[in-house]
Protein backbone atom coordinates (compact mmCIF):
# COMPACT_ATOMS: atom_id res chain seq x y z
CA UNK A 1 0.00 0.00 0.00
CA UNK A 2 2.61 2.18 0.93
CA UNK A 3 4.24 2.00 -2.59
CA UNK A 4 1.61 2.10 -4.44
CA UNK A 5 0.99 5.87 -2.53
CA UNK A 6 4.84 6.52 -3.10
CA UNK A 7 4.22 5.67 -6.90
CA UNK A 8 1.16 7.86 -7.48
CA UNK A 9 2.49 10.75 -8.02
CA UNK A 10 5.15 9.34 -10.18
CA UNK A 11 2.63 7.40 -12.49
CA UNK A 12 1.10 10.56 -12.35
CA UNK A 13 3.38 12.06 -13.92
CA UNK A 14 4.25 9.61 -16.58
CA UNK A 15 0.53 10.27 -17.66
CA UNK A 16 0.67 13.68 -17.65
CA UNK A 17 3.90 13.52 -20.03
CA UNK A 18 1.79 10.92 -22.02
CA UNK A 19 -0.84 13.05 -22.60
CA UNK A 20 1.52 16.28 -23.39
CA UNK A 21 3.27 14.05 -25.73
CA UNK A 22 0.74 13.56 -28.04
CA UNK A 23 -0.08 16.63 -30.52
CA UNK A 24 -2.84 17.14 -33.45
CA UNK A 25 -2.41 15.89 -36.97
CA UNK A 26 -1.75 18.42 -39.69
CA UNK A 27 -4.90 17.34 -41.62
CA UNK A 28 -6.53 18.98 -38.29
CA UNK A 29 -5.75 22.80 -39.28
CA UNK A 30 -7.49 25.32 -40.82
CA UNK A 31 -4.59 25.01 -43.78
CA UNK A 32 -2.66 22.29 -44.78
CA UNK A 33 1.04 22.36 -44.50
CA UNK A 34 2.65 19.80 -47.56
CA UNK A 35 4.51 17.30 -46.10
CA UNK A 36 6.35 14.40 -46.92
CA UNK A 37 4.70 11.37 -48.38
CA UNK A 38 6.10 9.65 -45.59
CA UNK A 39 3.91 11.13 -43.38
CA UNK A 40 0.47 10.24 -45.08
CA UNK A 41 1.59 6.80 -45.65
CA UNK A 42 2.14 6.44 -41.83
CA UNK A 43 -0.36 5.06 -39.34
CA UNK A 44 -2.22 7.30 -37.10
CA UNK A 45 -0.22 6.29 -34.13
CA UNK A 46 3.18 5.59 -36.35
CA UNK A 47 6.53 7.14 -34.53
CA UNK A 48 6.99 8.68 -37.63
CA UNK A 49 4.06 10.79 -37.57
CA UNK A 50 4.00 11.55 -33.54
CA UNK A 51 7.31 13.06 -34.63
CA UNK A 52 6.09 15.33 -37.17
CA UNK A 53 2.92 16.32 -35.60
CA UNK A 54 5.12 17.42 -32.12
CA UNK A 55 7.19 19.25 -34.74
CA UNK A 56 4.35 20.92 -36.72
CA UNK A 57 3.14 21.70 -32.99
CA UNK A 58 6.32 23.67 -31.79
CA UNK A 59 7.31 25.44 -35.35
CA UNK A 60 3.72 27.26 -35.73
CA UNK A 61 4.64 28.41 -31.87
CA UNK A 62 7.30 30.17 -33.28
CA UNK A 63 6.20 34.27 -34.27
CA UNK A 64 6.37 35.41 -37.46
CA UNK A 65 5.48 38.17 -39.23
CA UNK A 66 4.02 39.40 -42.59
CA UNK A 67 8.00 39.42 -44.95
CA UNK A 68 6.14 43.37 -46.11
CA UNK A 69 5.48 44.54 -42.49
CA UNK A 70 7.28 47.76 -41.70
CA UNK A 71 8.15 48.73 -38.21
CA UNK A 72 5.21 50.66 -37.87
CA UNK A 73 3.08 47.95 -38.26
CA UNK A 74 2.34 49.02 -42.00
CA UNK A 75 1.81 46.42 -44.88
CA UNK A 76 1.61 47.93 -48.25
CA UNK A 77 -0.97 47.04 -50.94
CA UNK A 78 -0.55 43.56 -52.68
CA UNK A 79 -1.90 40.69 -54.90
CA UNK A 80 -1.14 37.00 -54.59
CA UNK A 81 -1.57 35.77 -57.97
CA UNK A 82 -0.57 32.76 -57.36
CA UNK A 83 -1.80 30.50 -53.56
CA UNK A 84 -0.15 27.59 -52.03
CA UNK A 85 -0.43 24.50 -53.80
CA UNK A 86 -1.32 25.78 -56.58
CA UNK A 87 -0.69 23.22 -60.19
CA UNK A 88 2.23 25.10 -61.94
CA UNK A 89 2.42 23.20 -65.27
CA UNK A 90 0.56 19.99 -66.29
CA UNK A 91 -1.14 17.51 -64.22
CA UNK A 92 0.74 14.90 -65.51
CA UNK A 93 4.47 16.89 -65.09
CA UNK A 94 3.23 19.91 -63.37
CA UNK A 95 4.22 20.54 -59.40
CA UNK A 96 2.27 22.38 -56.78
CA UNK A 97 3.27 26.03 -55.31
CA UNK A 98 4.67 25.19 -51.98
CA UNK A 99 4.22 29.10 -51.48
CA UNK A 100 2.47 32.39 -51.87
CA UNK A 101 3.75 34.67 -54.49
CA UNK A 102 3.20 38.42 -53.35
CA UNK A 103 2.96 41.06 -55.53
CA UNK A 104 3.02 44.37 -54.77
CA UNK A 105 0.50 47.25 -56.15
CA UNK A 106 2.95 50.11 -56.33
CA UNK A 107 6.80 50.83 -56.34
CA UNK A 108 7.26 46.98 -56.99
CA UNK A 109 10.88 46.66 -57.41
CA UNK A 110 11.92 48.93 -54.51
CA UNK A 111 9.71 46.97 -51.84
CA UNK A 112 11.34 46.35 -48.84
CA UNK A 113 11.44 43.25 -47.28
CA UNK A 114 11.89 42.05 -43.37
CA UNK A 115 12.49 39.19 -41.56
CA UNK A 116 9.32 36.89 -41.02
CA UNK A 117 11.61 35.52 -37.94
CA UNK A 118 14.79 35.63 -36.36
CA UNK A 119 17.47 33.50 -37.67
CA UNK A 120 20.62 32.58 -39.79
CA UNK A 121 20.60 34.56 -43.05
CA UNK A 122 21.85 32.24 -46.05
CA UNK A 123 21.82 33.69 -49.92
CA UNK A 124 22.32 32.43 -53.65
CA UNK A 125 22.43 34.33 -56.72
CA UNK A 126 22.61 31.65 -58.71
CA UNK A 127 19.70 29.77 -58.45
CA UNK A 128 17.64 27.78 -60.93
CA UNK A 129 14.02 28.15 -59.86
CA UNK A 130 14.38 31.53 -57.67
CA UNK A 131 17.35 33.58 -59.16
CA UNK A 132 18.65 35.37 -56.08
CA UNK A 133 17.06 34.10 -53.41
CA UNK A 134 17.27 34.73 -49.05
CA UNK A 135 16.81 31.88 -46.71
CA UNK A 136 16.88 32.43 -43.11
CA UNK A 137 16.99 29.16 -41.11
CA UNK A 138 16.07 28.49 -37.36
CA UNK A 139 15.92 25.86 -35.03
CA UNK A 140 12.59 24.47 -33.07
CA UNK A 141 12.57 23.63 -30.24
CA UNK A 142 10.54 21.35 -27.58
CA UNK A 143 9.07 22.61 -24.38
CA UNK A 144 12.10 20.91 -22.72
CA UNK A 145 14.65 22.95 -25.21
CA UNK A 146 15.36 19.89 -26.78
CA UNK A 147 15.95 20.88 -30.98
CA UNK A 148 13.36 18.84 -33.09
CA UNK A 149 14.00 20.17 -36.34
CA UNK A 150 14.42 23.77 -37.82
CA UNK A 151 12.62 26.10 -40.60
CA UNK A 152 13.91 27.91 -43.28
CA UNK A 153 12.21 30.20 -45.01
CA UNK A 154 13.03 31.34 -48.31
CA UNK A 155 12.40 34.93 -50.06
CA UNK A 156 12.54 34.54 -53.24
CA UNK A 157 12.93 36.92 -56.82
CA UNK A 158 15.31 39.29 -54.64
CA UNK A 159 17.83 41.39 -56.57
CA UNK A 160 20.96 40.40 -54.51
CA UNK A 161 22.84 42.87 -56.65
CA UNK A 162 20.80 45.73 -56.02
CA UNK A 163 20.54 45.21 -51.96
CA UNK A 164 24.75 44.57 -52.49
CA UNK A 165 25.47 48.03 -54.06
CA UNK A 166 23.19 49.68 -51.22
CA UNK A 167 25.75 47.97 -48.46
CA UNK A 168 23.50 45.34 -47.61
CA UNK A 169 24.83 41.95 -47.33
CA UNK A 170 23.72 39.47 -44.89
CA UNK A 171 25.26 36.64 -45.79
CA UNK A 172 25.85 33.97 -42.98
CA UNK A 173 24.66 36.94 -40.45
CA UNK A 174 21.89 36.51 -37.65
CA UNK A 175 18.79 38.15 -37.94
CA UNK A 176 15.84 39.35 -35.95
CA UNK A 177 12.44 39.28 -36.82
CA UNK A 178 11.54 42.82 -38.26
CA UNK A 179 14.96 43.51 -39.52
CA UNK A 180 15.36 44.82 -43.18
CA UNK A 181 16.38 41.88 -45.52
CA UNK A 182 16.43 42.91 -48.88
CA UNK A 183 15.19 46.33 -50.66
CA UNK A 184 14.82 45.32 -53.83
CA UNK A 185 12.43 42.23 -56.01
CA UNK A 186 13.85 41.31 -59.14
CA UNK A 187 12.25 43.24 -61.98
CA UNK A 188 12.63 40.50 -64.99
CA UNK A 189 10.76 37.64 -63.34
CA UNK A 190 7.69 36.39 -65.23
CA UNK A 191 4.25 38.56 -64.25
CA UNK A 192 6.54 41.07 -62.90
CA UNK A 193 8.29 41.57 -59.40
CA UNK A 194 6.92 39.66 -56.76
CA UNK A 195 8.18 38.32 -53.68
CA UNK A 196 7.93 33.58 -53.57
CA UNK A 197 7.29 33.37 -49.73
CA UNK A 198 7.92 29.58 -49.07
CA UNK A 199 8.12 28.18 -45.47
CA UNK A 200 10.29 24.77 -45.60
CA UNK A 201 10.74 22.03 -42.15
CA UNK A 202 13.24 19.87 -42.03
CA UNK A 203 14.89 17.57 -39.32
CA UNK A 204 17.69 18.54 -37.08
CA UNK A 205 20.46 17.23 -39.42
CA UNK A 206 18.89 18.04 -43.11
CA UNK A 207 21.31 20.60 -45.13
CA UNK A 208 18.15 21.34 -48.33
CA UNK A 209 18.37 21.95 -50.87
CA UNK A 210 16.26 24.27 -53.45
CA UNK A 211 15.65 21.27 -55.66
CA UNK A 212 12.88 20.36 -53.44
CA UNK A 213 10.53 22.94 -55.26
CA UNK A 214 9.58 19.99 -57.11
CA UNK A 215 9.61 19.47 -60.91
CA UNK A 216 11.91 16.70 -60.74
CA UNK A 217 12.06 13.37 -61.91
CA UNK A 218 11.00 9.97 -59.30
CA UNK A 219 9.81 10.78 -55.54
CA UNK A 220 10.17 13.99 -56.09
CA UNK A 221 7.38 14.47 -57.57
CA UNK A 222 5.31 12.06 -56.45
CA UNK A 223 2.30 13.06 -54.81
CA UNK A 224 1.81 12.36 -51.50
CA UNK A 225 -1.10 10.14 -50.29
CA UNK A 226 -3.92 10.65 -47.93
CA UNK A 227 -5.93 13.72 -47.47
CA UNK A 228 -3.64 15.76 -49.15
CA UNK A 229 -2.96 14.95 -52.77
CA UNK A 230 -0.02 18.26 -53.91
CA UNK A 231 2.68 17.62 -51.96
CA UNK A 232 5.89 16.68 -53.41
CA UNK A 233 9.16 16.32 -51.28
CA UNK A 234 11.44 13.62 -50.98
CA UNK A 235 10.56 11.53 -47.94
CA UNK A 236 14.23 10.93 -46.97
CA UNK A 237 15.05 14.85 -47.13
CA UNK A 238 12.89 16.28 -45.11
CA UNK A 239 9.24 17.06 -43.24
CA UNK A 240 7.68 19.47 -45.93
CA UNK A 241 6.38 22.36 -46.55
CA UNK A 242 4.00 24.78 -44.28
CA UNK A 243 1.43 26.42 -45.23
CA UNK A 244 1.77 30.48 -44.78
CA UNK A 245 -1.00 31.16 -42.99
CA UNK A 246 -0.30 29.11 -40.47
CA UNK A 247 2.46 30.67 -39.18
CA UNK A 248 0.94 34.23 -40.69
CA UNK A 249 -1.42 34.40 -37.74
CA UNK A 250 -2.25 38.29 -37.66
CA UNK A 251 -5.24 37.88 -35.47
CA UNK A 252 -4.08 35.86 -32.81
CA UNK A 253 -0.60 37.79 -32.50
CA UNK A 254 -2.18 41.20 -32.99
CA UNK A 255 -5.08 40.71 -30.15
CA UNK A 256 -2.02 39.86 -28.13
CA UNK A 257 0.00 42.88 -28.49
CA UNK A 258 -3.71 45.34 -28.35
CA UNK A 259 -3.53 47.96 -26.23
CA UNK A 260 -6.38 49.35 -24.66
CA UNK A 261 -7.35 53.08 -25.13
CA UNK A 262 -10.41 54.55 -23.39
CA UNK A 263 -10.96 57.51 -25.51
CA UNK A 264 -11.17 54.78 -28.36
CA UNK A 265 -14.56 52.97 -28.73
CA UNK A 266 -15.92 51.18 -32.02
CA UNK A 267 -19.32 50.16 -32.69
CA UNK A 268 -21.34 48.16 -33.67
CA UNK A 269 -19.91 45.17 -33.37
CA UNK A 270 -20.36 42.81 -34.98
CA UNK A 271 -21.22 45.78 -38.15
CA UNK A 272 -22.64 44.93 -41.97
CA UNK A 273 -22.61 48.07 -43.53
CA UNK A 274 -20.96 51.07 -41.41
CA UNK A 275 -18.53 51.17 -38.73
CA UNK A 276 -17.92 53.87 -36.32
CA UNK A 277 -15.10 54.78 -34.60
CA UNK A 278 -15.35 57.18 -31.89
CA UNK A 279 -11.96 59.03 -30.94
CA UNK A 280 -10.96 61.89 -28.19
CA UNK A 281 -10.70 65.04 -29.84
CA UNK A 282 -7.28 65.54 -28.06
CA UNK A 283 -5.93 63.15 -30.81
CA UNK A 284 -5.72 65.12 -33.74
CA UNK A 285 -4.34 63.61 -36.80
CA UNK A 286 -4.04 60.26 -37.02
CA UNK A 287 -3.73 57.30 -39.81
CA UNK A 288 -6.67 54.69 -39.90
CA UNK A 289 -6.07 51.56 -41.25
CA UNK A 290 -8.05 48.13 -41.41
CA UNK A 291 -6.41 44.90 -42.43
CA UNK A 292 -8.24 41.70 -42.72
CA UNK A 293 -7.39 37.97 -41.34
CA UNK A 294 -4.40 37.41 -43.96
CA UNK A 295 -2.80 40.71 -42.92
CA UNK A 296 -3.72 42.18 -45.92
CA UNK A 297 -4.80 46.18 -46.02
CA UNK A 298 -8.26 46.28 -46.96
CA UNK A 299 -8.33 50.13 -45.65
CA UNK A 300 -6.69 53.19 -45.26
CA UNK A 301 -7.18 57.32 -44.73
CA UNK A 302 -6.13 60.11 -42.43
CA UNK A 303 -8.07 61.96 -40.03
CA UNK A 304 -7.70 65.45 -38.56
CA UNK A 305 -9.92 66.34 -35.90
CA UNK A 306 -12.76 63.96 -35.96
CA UNK A 307 -14.12 62.83 -32.79
CA UNK A 308 -16.11 60.04 -34.83
CA UNK A 309 -15.38 58.41 -38.01
CA UNK A 310 -17.72 56.46 -40.31
CA UNK A 311 -16.31 53.53 -42.48
CA UNK A 312 -18.46 51.95 -45.30
CA UNK A 313 -17.79 48.28 -44.62
CA UNK A 314 -20.32 47.22 -46.79
CA UNK A 315 -17.93 45.82 -49.36
CA UNK A 316 -15.70 43.83 -46.89
CA UNK A 317 -16.06 39.77 -46.75
CA UNK A 318 -17.51 38.19 -43.60
CA UNK A 319 -14.93 37.73 -41.29
CA UNK A 320 -12.51 39.20 -38.36
CA UNK A 321 -10.68 43.06 -38.76
CA UNK A 322 -7.94 44.41 -37.10
CA UNK A 323 -8.28 48.71 -36.75
CA UNK A 324 -4.96 50.27 -36.12
CA UNK A 325 -4.97 53.85 -35.51
CA UNK A 326 -1.64 55.35 -35.33
CA UNK A 327 -1.01 58.88 -33.58
CA UNK A 328 1.80 60.81 -32.31
CA UNK A 329 3.73 57.92 -32.96
CA UNK A 330 1.50 55.14 -31.13
CA UNK A 331 -0.67 52.83 -32.17
CA UNK A 332 -3.95 51.63 -30.66
CA UNK A 333 -5.98 48.01 -32.21
CA UNK A 334 -9.03 47.25 -31.77
CA UNK A 335 -10.91 44.00 -33.12
CA UNK A 336 -14.11 43.93 -34.95
CA UNK A 337 -16.46 41.30 -36.41
CA UNK A 338 -18.25 41.66 -39.80
Known sequence: MKFLLKSLPLLLLFSILAIAQTYPNNEDGQYQDMLTPEYYNSAQASDFRLELNKFVHFARQIPFQHPFKDSLGSIPSYNINRGFGDIIGTAAFGTHHPAYDYYPAENATNTYLYAAHDGLISTDNDADRYRHYIAITKDVSDSLGHIIGKIMTLYGHVDLDFDLA???????????????????????????????????????????????????????????????????????????????????????????QTQSHPSISIFPNPSNDLLNIKLDQAMGNKLVSIYNLAGRKVYQNNYSQNSEIQINIKNLARGIYLVNIYNNGQKFTHKFFK
Request: a negative charge.
Open 166 to 256: DGLDLEGQYVQKGDIISKHLYSGTMGGPHLHFEIRYYRPNDTGSEDFYGGQVGDKTAPSSGIWTKGYWNPSEGYGFAHPLNHLNYINSAIA
